[in-house]
């Protein structure tokens, strides 16, 4: 708990985002055969490449795959503590997501976020929008997924102090504007219309 009862998260905040940090998040996570069957129970999704050994035995793969939306998922996950633990409002879009390489049983994800634009939001003055590249790579450094995703941030309090996590990335950062054209994409755009 901070000062007067407030609790101070993990995140960063839209003042502490800098255009063209990179971000390595330290955990890792290893996706596992029941993962990826109770994912694929919990979405109705019955492709066989996901769940029938006998059936991904006989394709290019030799195996079952890991169901990329949890990969996706995964990689959103992995980037929360450290970047937007406590300090966003929503996620406005995902753009340009793709799967380069397959995800098996027993593979490591990690991810490395990329800070790519932001610009404070036209409707919402407490708030401000990034677009951020996430890449998600397995345990020998194969990418395995990639996308943009746009975030509705909060903008930092007036009494509350800088979180550890801009000490962590504005050290390794370059020094870049901190604003940047809007979101090219349709989602984010529309989005904005709300926010």
Do not use: W
Request: hydrophobic share 40%.
């Amino acid at each position: 708990m901070g000062r007067k009862g407030t609790i101070e998260m993990a995140g960063m905040y839209f003042e502490e985002l800098e255009v063209g940090a990179r971000i390595n998040h330290p955990l890792g996570r290893t996706i596992t055969e029941a993962d990826n069957v109770l994912f694929c129970a919990l979405t109705m999704n019955s492709q066989p490449l996901h769940l029938n050994q006998d059936f991904a035995s006989r394709t290019e793969f030799g195996q079952r795959l890991v169901n990329g939306v949890l990969t996706l998922g995964l990689a959103v996950g992995l980037s929360v503590p450290g970047l937007t633990e406590g300090t966003i409002v929503a996620n406005l879009g995902y753009d340009k997501v793709v799967h380069p390489n397959p995800v098996f049983h027993g593979d490591t994800l990690y991810v490395e976020t990329e800070i790519l634009e932001k610009r404070p939001s036209k409707s919402r003055p407490e708030n401000g929008i990034a677009r951020l590249r996430h890449v998600g790579r397995n345990q020998d450094g194969l990418v395995v997924v990639e996308f943009e995703r746009s975030v509705l941030f909060l903008r930092r309090p007036a009494a509350a102090p800088a979180t550890a996590a801009t000490a962590a990335t504005s050290a390794a950062a370059p020094a870049a504007t901190s604003s940047a054209p809007a979101a090219t994409s349709s989602a984010p755009a529309a989005a904005e219309g709300r926010a």
